[in-house]
């Protein structure tokens, strides 16, 4: 089965700290992975992609099919970046998104 | 403005009341999808769409229907509510296989 774990729910960093925030997945297929973010009181919305290989507000992520994870990261957190994130998974095509339970991003000043 | 639209954003209703959650997309996105957001669960998908007429399962369907008469419209149905659909509801819609889906601003259901 498709699954996507991420193993914090919360995670508070100082700002201008590095910032990991993980995310594993099992697959049996080729997977899309995504990262999405929802700001406060805004709605989700992507911030990567695996395919585009960008950095996005400062936040790059590799997919490692070894380890088969995803995990985001930024060098220097700054306090626009709290949030809630969320691993993703297509499974064919992005109508069939699998989430993860989502790590809420708390960037202390 | 590019966007999905979801009404009502908060709604409290009683167990058993017939409701729909209306969403409306302005991209001409041929699928369409709806997910349930609960704490510790992050988002599970209910049933998606992959064009007018066409729609399908996802992971939790129990207790919904949709429908998807038009190519823009895709409104969620709890025809008998319970209080555990008490969730908060995103709709999103995505212009091809594999790429970024956008979600509406989500409902806030309680049913009590």
């Known amino acids: 089965a498709q699954r996507v774990t991420q193993p914090e729910k919360l995670l508070s960093v100082f700002k201008g700290a590095p910032v990991e925030l993980k995310c594993n997945y099992s697959y049996s297929g080729s997977p899309e992975l995504f990262w999405y973010v929802q700001y406060s009181r805004q709605r989700l919305q992507l911030l990567l992609r695996h395919i585009s290989r960008e950095s996005i507000k400062g936040f790059t992520a590799d997919l490692n099919k070894g380890e088969t994870s995803f995990h985001l990261k930024k060098p220097f957190a700054q306090e626009e970046d709290s949030a809630m994130y969320y691993c993703?998974?297509?499974?064919?095509?992005?109508?069939?998104?699998?989430f993860g339970q989502g790590t809420r991003l708390t960037i202390n000043p | 403005e590019a966007q999905v639209t979801q009404n009502p954003r908060y709604l409290i209703t009683v167990t058993g009341k017939k409701l729909t959650v209306t969403c409306s997309q302005n991209?001409?996105?041929?699928?369409m999808s709806w997910y349930r957001q609960d704490p510790g669960l992050g988002l599970r998908q209910i049933y998606y769409s992959m064009n007018v007429e066409v729609t399908d399962k996802g992971d939790v369907p129990e207790g919904y229907k949709v429908s998807r008469k038009e190519k823009r419209n895709f409104p969620l149905i709890l025809e008998s509510p319970s209080p555990n659909q008490t969730s908060l509801y995103f709709c999103?819609?995505?212009?091809?296989?594999?790429?970024?889906?956008?979600f509406g601003q989500g409902t806030r259901l309680t049913v009590v």
């Open positions: 991209m001409n996105h041929e699928y």
């Open positions: 993703a998974l297509s499974r064919a095509g992005a109508q069939k998104l699998v």
């Open positions: 999103a819609s995505i212009p091809v296989e594999g790429t970024e889906a956008f």
